[in-house]
């Protein structure tokens, strides 16, 4: 079946790195993403990643996929308390548009 | 380039009634989707269109229904409205292609069923 955990808060302090984890049960799964979702905001992409790449790194954002335990995290380098908000990881299969949602990690970063 | 936009931000209905939102998508963009977000469900899939033909559909019941036009802008639709349908509602918009499909989401609506 298709579903996608992660854990619901996160709280860091100003400038450390946050990790936000995230599991999925669908080993078809082609691309899996990464959105933040602001207060009274839609969702915002912030980077997707391959199922046939480990790794992939944008400014001060690192994903790591690990396909065989179906293990996703994100890690924001020098967390501001801009980041803070609830970031989702979604997958897709290759049947079609389908985005299947985690319930959402909320990021609080603390000054 | 304009992003995603969705119309009306916010919504008050009651229940029984009906009620229609839209979406534009990015130009250039063919394929719509249409994803509901409650607190309770989190994030659920409504439909996909793509040159105006539902491609995808998830589990809701036949009181939610889509449709898109020529210009690849998206209408849903919700008929006999009940309080549990009060969620914020998400389009996203992304490029024909399946292999890629990465998609880009709009500010959403917010619909309130009193």
């Known amino acids: 079946g298709e579903d996608v955990e992660q854990s619901l808060f996160l709280s860091v302090r100003e400038g450390d790195s946050s990790v936000i984890n995230c599991t999925y049960t669908?080993?078809?799964?082609?691309?899996l993403y990464w959105y933040k979702q602001e207060p009274g905001a839609g969702l915002q992409l912030l980077t997707y990643?391959?199922?046939?790449?480990d790794m992939k790194q944008d400014q001060r954002l690192t994903v790591l996929l690990n396909k065989k335990d179906k293990h996703l995290s994100l890690r924001i380098a020098d967390t501001q308390t801009g980041d803070s908000a609830i970031y989702f990881c979604a997958e897709r299969n290759n049947q079609g548009g389908k985005l299947i949602f985690g319930q959402g990690t909320e990021l609080s970063v603390k000054p | 380039k304009a992003g995603v936009t969705q119309t009306p931000r916010y919504l008050i209905k009651t229940r029984g009634q009906q009620v229609t939102l839209s979406c534009s998508p990015i130009?250039?963009?063919?394929?719509v989707s249409w994803y509901q977000q409650t607190p309770g469900q989190g994030l659920q899939f409504l439909f996909e269109y793509f040159s105006e033909t539902q491609r995808n559909k998830g589990n809701f019941p036949g009181r939610f229904s889509g449709r898109q036009f020529s210009n690849s802008r998206s209408e849903m639709n919700v008929s006999t409205l009940e309080l549990g349908d009060s969620a914020l509602y998400l389009c996203a918009s992304s490029l024909a292609g399946v292999t890629k499909n990465i998609q880009y989401f709009g500010a959403g609506t917010r619909l309130s069923v009193l």
């Open positions: 130009s250039g963009h063919r394929s």
């Open positions: 990643i391959f199922s046939n790449m």
């Open positions: 669908d080993s078809s799964s082609t691309y």
